[in-house]
């Protein structure tokens, strides 16, 4: 399925990207969310991009920290995210659908999904 990775341990404060691998599935023309779940909670969505990258969402809990973008021609999603504090500690998912709604994503809407990477925001 997807691959998510560049997750890891990281000071309230900083900094870290996420990427996607989308190549495996051929999931160019897919748009792609990114999603996570901390222990104890339902998973949530993040972000989202349409298939062209013209079109993005965040929910507002990142909103203006995190930035969502892909590379159609490297098949790569990406997902900045900056000024990281603890409540962002989760597993970080992405997966792909075949329609874009502009607004937060839901995990119901989302047919293919990767492993997760551990994002810790700890000092």
């Known amino acids: 399925q997807l691959q998510a990775s560049g997750g890891g341990l990281v000071q309230p404060g900083g900094s870290l990207r996420l990427s996607c691998d989308i190549s495996?599935?051929?999931?160019?023309?897919?748009?792609v969310g990114w999603f996570r779940q901390a222990p104890g909670k339902e998973r949530e969505g993040v972000s989202c991009?349409?298939?062209?990258?013209?079109?993005?969402h965040y929910a507002d809990s990142v909103k203006a920290r995190f930035t969502i973008s892909r590379d159609n021609a490297k098949k790569m999603v990406y997902l900045q995210m900056n000024y990281l504090r603890r409540e962002d500690t989760a597993v970080y998912y992405c997966?792909?659908?075949?329609?874009?709604?502009?607004?937060?994503?839901?995990?119901?809407?989302?047919?293919?999904w990767g492993q997760g990477t551990q994002v810790t925001v700890s000092s």
């Open positions: 991009i349409s298939a062209t990258g013209l079109s993005t």
């Open positions: 495996r599935f051929n999931l160019d023309n897919y748009a």
């Open positions: 997966a792909a659908s075949r329609y874009y709604r502009d607004d937060v994503p839901l995990v119901r809407e989302y047919d293919f």
